[in-house]
């Protein structure tokens, strides 16, 4: 630190000490639960999710997609770039292999897992290890999360609890596609960040070993 | 000495474009609506305000200690953490780290600091050209207006403004007011800026001491963009914004979303505690006047603000009079209680656009007595005398009449000098200021008093209380 | 017989004196014995809501005077008792003043909560209403429940004692406790945004077609009136110890 810094880190702090007010306790935060429509019991939060992720335009599956190639070719026809960042998919490229943060942009779908969903919001927690590369969180054009269901949990409250918040230099949570609503107050969906989201709900998903179909 | 901005004069500009007040009004009240329905839905909801209050207190009466143990914990990270005493150190520092790298251009997502600094004109004199990412920020800057309100910066906008600002800068088409076209040309003009910076540039709504990190909230996920895609990360954080906990985080974040506009979560909630591998994070400290700010008793409250709008949302005054009748960096109830601690002569005015009927108050989420500052402010500003001296003088007149019961009594005999002498009418010695727009009350033949003594003589006698 | 003596507003006083009479004469039919000082002027509340907290010291100090030997002081006007209950604080202490403070009551709250009174058999009023309750009395004396605290029980005192007069039907209007605009000196100062607040306000309630518009407050109806009447609407209005007292549409 130079002189300066140091000058304005003790000219603040010093401010601060002599203004501060007397000291006030930090309240215990209880352990609130999911609301009266609600238990914390896994069909429920289930349920929850669903309708969470629904009202920001997420998309949910809840059947099982046997074939995670087929399924991302059904759904994203013109996708050429399909990025995958789980180990037991090939797609067309590996966030490895992407050589600077800025190619992300390149990927038209990419398919991650997540280890963890929040039922009173919709959202799904992402963090530099599922990315790899962070910058496929807001660059790539359409995301494809596998989420296991087991691992929802109630409130936001639960979610903080994730060591990932304490340990990782990135987490991001995130729900539904990117969407503004700073044009005359109407959410439009995208804004500058992916264009969809899909979460599969599913805790056994046939992986396809086998590159797909399309090539980059 | 500057002069102090006349919003009631702004506001009366802005009430006689019916098409932009009736929509504004419409629509902010919608978004008051939807806090209601979010709330609903949250039977702990008076709960978490109270407990969100609480935690700002301790975190603020401990502050220092907070900074430091933040400092900490976040250079351990990897991080490294500035300090800036006032704006123009904060813009000093961002625009040598900027020199530093050789960078004459940079990213940048919603930052309601960085307007209070008037950060971007320093640096564009410098010669560094800044891309808002945040839409609302970029059609403001654009249209080379301050933001109108703290969360939509351009929502007094009609999709017909927007559709001619992007049309002047963007080239795009005129006639079309989609919104998503619109989105969808800032999403294609922004882009090549994003992927091409070298820096960027976001503020934080959450700054965890515990953990050192930072949590920023958006719904476009400009913030990722602006700090994850170029290889400097610059983030600038006003010092009120520490929080002690992860733990205690997950009560602020339940609210700050439900407040602002009725979902229960942003977009991209995210947590930056460190920078990634092969790039640089830099965190500025920013004091100017908080703490300061933190020594005032009546009014050290107002460091709580988590920026959630929900004060301006619900404000009936706001909602008549713009945001950009402020004059000022932040607007409406919460503006009228910072903005005389930036500089009380230039916002004096400010703390009598209200009707103080409390509303904002019970809003907030912070639990911030904001009606009851903007009252505290009043008394201030006579104190330092910053009331204009015509209201001052019909005050002072007021006084005397109403303290004596036999002026009072000759001054009420006739409705005219009954009007000149009550202080609601008289602070602009005629009637015009009232009548212009209403009727005057009705002229009456006898005053109650007078009634009494004719009606009740015997009571009226008996009593003489000195 | 219970004593109470009757504060009566300085705008009442000189323009509304009939709702003073109206006061008077329901608190002599509910037994209050009535005593009504003539040396009263002003709570101080305009001067010091405008900040000219100086000039509001001599009228609040005389206003103690005046009040500060009895035990309930009623008004009709939550703004006034808002004031002396949680702003009176330009004059010296005193133990009049002290008193003054405890002792306030705005008519609704004096009705309600002290004389318990749910019924007024001498009353009629067969008409469709668009009651008005001000901002001082919902959030200053917690006289109704506020749109804002959403998970508070809904009740409204003033409501409570108009449905004890027979014939009585309320009608529902849109933003309920969205203030008037009146703001006591702010309808002068910011004159231009406190007619659109008023004249909004006029709108959301005539859509629900009420015959009359009453409150507790009179400054809210003396600014709603005067945005009326400029606007050629005849609706009368009438303050709660009107209706209370037995007056007639």
């Known amino acids: ?216 | 000495m500057s002069t102090p901005v006349d919003q009631a004069k702004n506001a009366e500009r802005f009430l006689a474009d019916t098409v932009h007040e009736q929509r504004l009004d419409k629509l902010l009240w919608a978004m008051r609506m939807r806090r209601d329905a979010a709330a609903r839905q949250v039977p702990e909801w008076e709960e978490l305000r109270t407990l969100a209050s609480e935690i700002k207190e301790h975190t603020l009466s401990n502050l220092s200690d907070y900074l430091i143990q933040f400092e900490a914990k976040a250079t351990a990270n990897g991080m490294i953490v500035h300090w800036a005493r006032d704006a123009h150190e904060h813009n000093q520092i961002v625009y040598d780290l900027l020199a530093g790298q050789g960078s004459n251009m940079l990213v940048k997502s919603k930052s309601m600091l960085t307007e209070e600094c008037e950060w971007r004109p320093f640096l564009e004199r410098r010669g560094i050209r800044v891309t808002e990412t945040d839409l609302g920020e970029r059609i403001q800057q654009l249209d080379d207006q301050p933001p109108g309100h703290i969360v939509g910066p351009a929502i007094h906008k009609t999709t017909q403004d927007v559709a001619i600002v992007f049309s002047k800068k963007y080239g795009s088409d005129p006639e079309n007011e989609d919104a998503a076209y619109l989105a969808g040309v800032m999403r294609e003009n922004t882009r090549p800026d994003i992927l091409d910076a070298r820096a960027g540039m976001t503020g934080a709504n959450f700054v965890v001491a515990e953990t050192g990190a930072v949590v920023v909230a958006t719904n476009e996920g400009n913030a990722d963009l602006s700090a994850n895609t170029p290889p400097l990360h610059i983030c600038s954080v006003g010092i009120e914004k520490i929080i002690p906990t992860t733990e205690s985080l997950a009560v602020f974040v339940r609210l700050l979303t439900r407040s602002a506009t009725g979902d229960r979560i942003t977009q991209y909630t995210s947590t930056f505690r460190g920078p990634r591998k092969g790039a640089a994070m830099h965190v500025i400290l920013v004091d100017n006047g908080r703490s300061a700010r933190l020594g005032m008793k009546r009014f050290w409250h107002s460091l709580k603000c988590i920026r959630c709008a929900a004060c301006m949302n619900t404000c009936p005054v706001y909602r008549r009079s713009g945001g950009l009748s402020y004059g000022s960096t932040y607007m409406g109830p919460i503006g009228i209680i910072m903005m005389p601690t930036f500089e009380i002569r230039k916002y004096s005015e400010l703390p009598f656009a209200s009707t103080l009927n409390g509303s904002c108050t019970n809003v907030c989420p912070v639990k911030i007595d904001i009606h009851e500052q903007i009252y505290g402010w009043r008394e201030v500003m006579e104190e330092n005398d910053q009331i204009q001296v015509v209201k001052k003088e019909a005050m002072r007149v007021a006084d005397k009449v109403l303290s004596h019961p036999t002026l009072y009594q000759i001054a009420t005999t006739t409705v005219s000098t009954a009007l000149e002498v009550l202080p609601h009418f008289a602070v602009y010695n005629r009637l015009n200021a009232w009548g212009k727009h209403r009727d005057v009350p009705e002229a009456t033949t006898q005053t109650f008093h007078e009634w009494y003594r004719t009606h009740r003589p015997k009571t009226n006698e008996e009593v003489r209380r000195g | 017989m219970m004593q109470a003596a009757l504060m009566v507003p300085c705008y009442v006083d000189t323009f509304y004196p009939h709702v003073g009479i109206a006061t008077l004469e329901l608190l002599e039919k509910l037994g209050v014995d009535v005593v009504c000082p003539k040396d009263q002027t002003c709570c101080g509340q305009p001067m010091a809501n405008s900040g000219c907290y100086e000039e509001a010291r001599a009228t609040e100090e005389h206003c103690a005077r005046v009040f500060g030997s009895f035990d309930y002081v009623v008004t009709p006007s939550g703004s006034c008792t808002h004031h002396i209950r949680n702003k009176f604080s330009a004059g010296a202490d005193s133990p009049e003043k002290q008193k003054l403070v405890r002792n306030t009551y705005d008519l609704v709250e004096f009705l309600h909560d002290v004389l318990k009174i749910r019924d007024f058999p001498w009353a009629t009023f067969e008409h469709k209403v668009a009651l008005h309750t001000s901002c001082s009395a919902i959030r200053g004396l917690n006289m109704a429940s506020m749109s804002e605290r959403v998970h508070d029980t809904v009740f409204s005192k003033p409501k409570a004692l108009l449905s004890g007069v027979s014939g009585i039907e309320f009608v529902e209007f849109e933003r309920v406790d969205e203030c008037c605009g009146f703001g006591g000196t702010f309808a002068v100062t910011e004159e231009a945004v406190s007619a659109k607040m008023g004249y909004d306000k006029l709108a959301f309630m005539q859509k629900a077609s009420p015959d009359c518009i009453i409150s507790s407050d009179m400054s809210c109806l003396m600014h709603l009136q005067g945005c009326a009447r400029r606007q050629k609407q005849d609706t009368p209005f009438y303050h709660v110890a009107e209706v209370l007292n037995g007056v007639s549409l």
């Open chain 1, 1 to 216: 630190m130079n002189s300066t810094q140091a000058l304005s880190r003790n000219t603040i702090l010093d401010s601060v000490r002599a203004n501060q007010p007397a000291k006030l306790p930090m309240p215990s935060i209880p352990h609130f639960h999911m609301n009266q429509h609600h238990t914390n019991q896994p069909a429920d939060l289930v349920a929850a999710f669903c309708e969470s992720i629904a009202r920001m335009a997420g998309v949910v599956v809840t059947e099982d997609v046997p074939d995670l190639d087929s399924f991302q070719c059904a759904k994203f026809p013109e996708a050429k770039v399909i990025c995958s960042a789980i180990p037991e998919y090939a797609g067309t490229i590996k966030p490895a292999s992407l050589n600077h943060w800025s190619e992300a942009s390149k990927i038209d779908v990419c398919i991650l897992r997540s280890p963890m969903g929040v039922a009173e919001t919709g959202s799904i927690l992402l963090s530099d290890i599922e990315l790899q590369v962070n910058t496929i969180a807001f660059l790539a054009h359409d995301l494809v999360v596998l989420l296991d269901p087991k691992q929802i949990v109630g409130n936001i409250h639960d979610a903080y609890e994730h060591p990932y918040f304490k340990l990782r230099s990135y987490s991001v949570l995130m729900t539904g596609p990117s969407g503004s609503g700073d044009i005359s107050g109407i959410t439009v969906h995208p804004a500058q960040g992916v264009k969809t989201l899909t979460v599969i709900l599913s805790s056994a998903l046939s992986p396809t070993p086998n590159a797909s179909r399309r090539m980059g």
